[in-house]
Every structure is written in structure tokens, then in C-alpha cells.
């Protein structure tokens, strides 16, 4: 894959090959094909591919010699829903050709917000401080985070893990200079290695750099299945989920200072749960960008992109964030914090009326027998829920749950029932919390919270916040005996669950402090400055979890202990 991929490079840095600069220069912008896909498919059961592709032409000044402005223009949206025979979708950017472009009111809403212009600094190929404008949601903002890490070269070997020596299945060619450093991408601060090939004859270089997600000491990223069930007996219950990264630059310049005249990135992440995926079946989803320098032209008053003023809570790194993180941290060892009263991105989270008249679609195809409808409708409502904070759960309850009982509301009162009977596949704290409270609230609801608590034991994150409120429920007067018994053995199951996520934390904290006792061979006083931070940070974390699990697991094991005696 290599192979084809750096003559394909080579085929980019020839059709750019106009541009006769050695480095990025200020007050120049640098014209940008930028075309991005993201697509998913299921193989080996189905052709079937969907996902869209972005195509658009980048604007990228250089105000000064390390200050960076971008602006997205003429961008064309499509989408992926089709058959996909020819190509393989998950190696190559589709053809827009080949494509249907998306338009219509959502399109345009999408183009509105991707071609806000963001600005980040630049200093000798490292990408820092970024500047979203506080109108960014979260899909618009991570867009151009993807955008400006395909700008993240290190050539001079910052933060060196160690200087590789020739690998002995990969056959490089002589004065091939391999490296692995820690790099920072949307998808965590992690172990990267370089191979940078000069080519003096045609004053290029190529590197290549493969990620390693294995050697990593922060990912943003999580991953939860929105599937539960039964495990069958082939089943890789440790490692479901893989996934790898390869991006390809040319080049021209030196280590010091130098220009991007393309870049290819392919990140491919699967979900197998099968030890013979090939057989039973693999879930892929990848992401593709491409990136070719078209021209280059001085900047005029005229032609100069806005200053970007950033947002108060704007990242400035290149973390991806995740819509529905707010509600579903999936990290039981975090600070605990309040549910906000209000939204502060409504762009982010659907409105309460929206899934209202989804639920009630869902209702009026379910009401005599579940239709096909119903179960697409459901499937739509689901996505919904999962980035839906409390607040707006317990408004939509609320506003179902509250209509008369009396015919012509029969509809509300099924789909308040439908909407607590999905809350717990949800699995996110938000809708933990919700159930719970409802639970707590409503004395007649201790049948369904009998079944509701079978199914949120296995999908919810054991926080001390749901832990407690589970102790809290047991506790109560007059409480129906089977409901008791689901409780007591929902409680023990999410302090196992908490055990087991103590053991990741910590294997990953092991990790994480092998990688900085290498980096603290760096002499550079600002490398080990900045590792001596992550250090403190990471020997800060392995006192949280051991805090906090101390803590919840005494309390877990105390009330157990009322239940024998």
C-alpha cells in the first residue's frame, strides 16, 4: 500500500512542481486542493459504503513568519451511499464523479460553518494554538483540527523516542533516515515513526509517518459499541477495535525550513469482534485526506482573511473533541462536575422538540405492530439521545410523560415508554442520571426500572455520581423486594466494572511513564521542562484513580455487607 501510495506522491509533487519556493514565506497565502473523506463499510457481507467527502480549495496565510490563517472556499459536500465495486473506498479518496453531491438546507448549514476561518501557529513544522471561532460546533471545529495536523512535521526530531535502525521486513532506500518522536494528532499524543527520504536530485523530500495507537499518553478519542448481548465463543472481548495511521508529505526545502507541496493521510479504524473477521464479518471506517499546493500570490489588503478571534471554551491543540463527551465522559476516575443548567452550543445537541417528534414518529409506527419505519425511526432517535444532556432528557420526559391519560394522548404515553426503554442501551451518564432520577421520583415505575437497571449495569460507566445514586435507590423506604435484589446486584457489577477500568487506567499510566523516562533523555531544557509536566500530570492521575477507587470501593463493599448480615 506504500508503494502506491508514494508514487501517487510523486504524481502530486510533479503537477505542483510550479512552485519554485524552498519555505513557507509571510505574507503569502498558499492556494490548497483539500478534499477529505470519511466512510464506513461492512466487510466482507456487503459493497455497501456511506459516509461524505469534502472538496474545497484552501486559503492558507501566512501573516507572519509562524502566525497562520485558513479559510475554506468553494467547498462541494457529497454523499456516500452506495455500491462500491471498482475501488477499494477505504485505501482511495472516491471520485467526485463518482459521487452524488449533498445539497439542500443541511448542506448549506454544514458549508456555513466549515468556511469560518480559524488561524494556528507555526513553528518549524509544528502546529500550536489554534484559534476556533466560538460560533465552531464540535464536527466543524475537529474538520479543521484534521486540516491543520496535516501540517505537523517534525524533521528535527523533537521529543525523539529513539533513532530506528532499518526495519527487517520494510526495505527502505539507502540515506532513508528513520526516527520515532511523540507527535500530537486529533487522535492523541502518540509514538510516530518518520521516514525521510531526500531526493537532492530533484531537491525534494519525502517522509512518511506511521502512527503507533499502541504507545500512546493521551488519546481523546473512546469508544463504546452501542451493541450489547450475548458474547458467542470467537469472540475477542479485549480487543475489538484496531486501527491505523499513515501519512505521505512531498516536500521541498530542508529540516529547518520548508513547504508542503502534498500530503496523502489514511487512518483506518475497525471493529472486529470475531477472531475470523474475514468469515464472520469486520466493521471499517476510514478517513482520507488529500492535500496539493495549487499556487502561491502575495497578500493584499484586500485579499487578507479576518483576524479569528477565539471562543472562551475553544481548544487550542489539536484534540478531536467528541459531541457526546459532555454526557458520557466514560472516564469513572474524573473530576465529578455539576449537569449545566443550560446548552452553551445548541449547534451541538438536538432540541428537545426535535426528538419529541421523533419519539412520536416512532410511537405511531409501533402503536399496532413495529414497522420497519418504526425500527429506522428508533435507530435515528438513539443517535439522538446519545448527545443529549440531561436537561434536555428530562424536558423531553417530561413533556411525554406529563400528556392526560386519555385516547388522544395514547401516542405521548407510548412514546414516553418507548423513550425510557431506549435510555439505558443509550448507556451515557446523562441518561443514566435520567433513569435514575425517574426511578427515585416515581414509585410506580419500579417495574420498568427492574428491567431498565438490567441493561444500564452493561452499557453505563461506573462514576462515583451513578454509583452513589444506585446506593441511594437501595436505601429507600418501602422498596419493592425484586427491585432491591436489582439493585444490590447492579451495584456489585459496576464495582467489578470500576475494578476493571482502575486496571486500564493504570496499564495505560505504565505506558505513558515508559515513554517519558525515554524523552527525559532529551537535553533541551523546554523538552524537559514540557515532559517534567506530563510526568507530574501523569503521577497526579495514578493518585486519582487509587483515591477514587479506594474510596467508591468501601463504600460498595459496605453496603454490600448490609445486605448479609
Request: proline share 6%; charged share 25%.
Amino acid at each position: 500500500m506504500r508503494s502506491l501510495l508514494l508514487a501517487f506522491l510523486v504524481g502530486l509533487a510533479v503537477a505542483s512542481n510550479v512552485i519554485e519556493e524552498q519555505a513557507f514565506r509571510p505574507r503569502v497565502q498558499y492556494l490548497y486542493k483539500y478534499e477529505s473523506q470519511i466512510q464506513t463499510s461492512l466487510n466482507p457481507g456487503s459493497r455497501q459504503n456511506s459516509g461524505y467527502k469534502l472538496s474545497t480549495s484552501a486559503r492558507v496565510q501566512f501573516i507572519t513568519a509562524s502566525r497562520v490563517r485558513v479559510e475554506l472556499k468553494d467547498i462541494i459536500l457529497y454523499k456516500i451511499d452506495q455500491p462500491v465495486i471498482q475501488i477499494e473506498p477505504d485505501v482511495h479518496t472516491l471520485p467526485s464523479d463518482f459521487l452524488k453531491e449533498f445539497v439542500g438546507p443541511d448542506a448549506r448549514t454544514v458549508i456555513q460553518y466549515l468556511q469560518i476561518p480559524f488561524s494556528f501557529t507555526y513553528d518549524n513544522g509544528h502546529v500550536m494554538d489554534i484559534a476556533l471561532d466560538d460560533r465552531e460546533t464540535s464536527w466543524s471545529a475537529n474538520t479543521k483540527r484534521a486540516f491543520a495536523s496535516l501540517f505537523e512535521v517534525n524533521l528535527q526530531k523533537r521529543l525523539l523516542l529513539e533513532d530506528s535502525v532499518q526495519p527487517a521486513k520494510i526495505k527502505y532506500p539507502p540515506h532513508t533516515s528513520l526516527y520515532t518522536v511523540l507527535e500530537q494528532s486529533p487522535t492523541g499524543d502518540c509514538a510516530t515513526q518518520y521516514a525521510v527520504q531526500p531526493i537532492s536530485s530533484e531537491g525534494r523530500i519525502f517522509v512518511g509517518k506511521v502512527r503507533d495507537f499502541g504507545r500512546c499518553i493521551a488519546q481523546p478519542g473512546y469508544f463504546k459499541s452501542p451493541f450489547d448481548g450475548y458474547l458467542v465463543h470467537n469472540y475477542l472481548k479485549d480487543q475489538p477495535l484496531s486501527r491505523n495511521a499513515i501519512i505521505d508529505y512531498s516536500i521541498k526545502g530542508n529540516k529547518d525550513k520548508f513547504i508542503i507541496m502534498s500530503a496523502i493521510s489514511e487512518e483506518r479504524i475497525v471493529f472486529s469482534p470475531y477472531t475470523q473477521p474475514q468469515e464472520n464479518g469486520e466493521l471499517r471506517t476510514s478517513v482520507n485526506q488529500t492535500l496539493v499546493l495549487e499556487s502561491s500570490v502575495m497578500i493584499s489588503e484586500t485579499t487578507e482573511i479576518p483576524e479569528v478571534t477565539p471562543g472562551k471554551h475553544k481548544r487550542s491543540d489539536l484534540y478531536m473533541t467528541m459531541p457526546s463527551k459532555p454526557v458520557d465522559p466514560q472516564d469513572p476516575f474524573q473530576p465529578s462536575k455539576q449537569e449545566p443548567k443550560q446548552i452553551s452550543n445548541k449547534a451541538d445537541v438536538y432540541s428537545s422538540q426535535k426528538i419529541v417528534t421523533q419519539l412520536r414518529m416512532v410511537a405511531q409506527n409501533t402503536e399496532d405492530l413495529t414497522s420497519q419505519e418504526a425500527l429506522v425511526q428508533l435507530r435515528v432517535v438513539t443517535e439522538m439521545l446519545r448527545t443529549s444532556p440531561q436537561p434536555i432528557l428530562k424536558e423531553v420526559y417530561n413533556q411525554l410523560k406529563l400528556a392526560k391519560n386519555e385516547p388522544e394522548y395514547s401516542i405521548d404515553l407510548l412514546a414516553a415508554q418507548i423513550l425510557f426503554n431506549a435510555l439505558p442501551h443509550v448507556g451515557t451518564e446523562a441518561a443514566a442520571n435520567q433513569i435514575l432520577d425517574i426511578c427515585t421520583q416515581d414509585i410506580k415505575m419500579a417495574d420498568n426500572c427492574t428491567m431498565a437497571l438490567n441493561v444500564l449495569v452493561l452499557t453505563v460507566t461506573p462514576t462515583p455520581q451513578i454509583i452513589n445514586k444506585v446506593i441511594n435507590l437501595m436505601n429507600r423506604e418501602k422498596q419493592p423486594e425484586q427491585l432491591k435484589q436489582v439493585l444490590s446486584l447492579s451495584l456489585g457489577s459496576l464495582g467489578f466494572k470500576l475494578s476493571v477500568e482502575r486496571l486500564r487506567a493504570l496499564e495505560k499510566l505504565d505506558k505513558a511513564e515508559e515513554m517519558l523516562k525515554d524523552l527525559l533523555r532529551d537535553n533541551q531544557k523546554y523538552i524537559r521542562d514540557q515532559v517534567q509536566e506530563w510526568k507530574e500530570a501523569a503521577e497526579n492521575r495514578r493518585k486519582i484513580v487509587n483515591n477514587i477507587f479506594n474510596q467508591v470501593g468501601h463504600i460498595i463493599v459496605e453496603e454490600l455487607k448490609k445486605l448479609i448480615e
